[in-house]
């Protein structure tokens, strides 16, 4: 990993503590549709902006593969948008749908609290099917991973390598974990979710930058 990635993940890693103890300290910031779950939702949507901006700006000067990763960028970014402002839920004053065991269907995130409450509910066949199915994944993914050994090695060299790559799967990560702790009935757990969702929008707009300083040095280069 080079100097500026590990830099920058352990910045954010502090920053990530930090936030999560004012948090604690102050709880009323981080309540839904309170201030940093607002700043998260503008900072989703400035990512998406930014990147289907450098997307069709700089579409002569990219590859195929750099503008799809772009566009898929600026599409994940709308989405997490969506989710955090609850589809628009709240300013329109609409009635979502009631989830299975309580709560609205007001977010992205949902699918996975409807998946684990089925699966709960569904009794030792469900947890059954869902630990074959796990274990079919595994399975999958360790054949694909020794057939395509060294592509994923090379990969992982790249994603570590350079500045963009190594933000967005830092984001992916994040949010990944902010999913996981939605499952988790507990206060602390609900502060960390969104302290990483809002991390996770900043972490995306300076992936977007870091892609815009990386293409226009190869420009400039040539």
Known sequence: MSRENVAFVCSVAAGVALLFMIGLSRPDLLVEDNLVESLGALGFATASLLALGTAIRRRASLSSTEKSILVGTSGLCSILFLSEISFGARMLRLQMPTMRGGGEFDGGHDIVIVASRLLRDSGPIGYLAAAAG????????????QTYRQKVHAMLRQILARAFECRLALAVAMLASAVTLDLVTSYKAGILEEVLEFGASGVLILAIIAFRRETGSKVVAH
């Open 134 to 145: 796990a274990l079919l994944l595994l399975t999958l993914a360790t054949v694909l991973l």
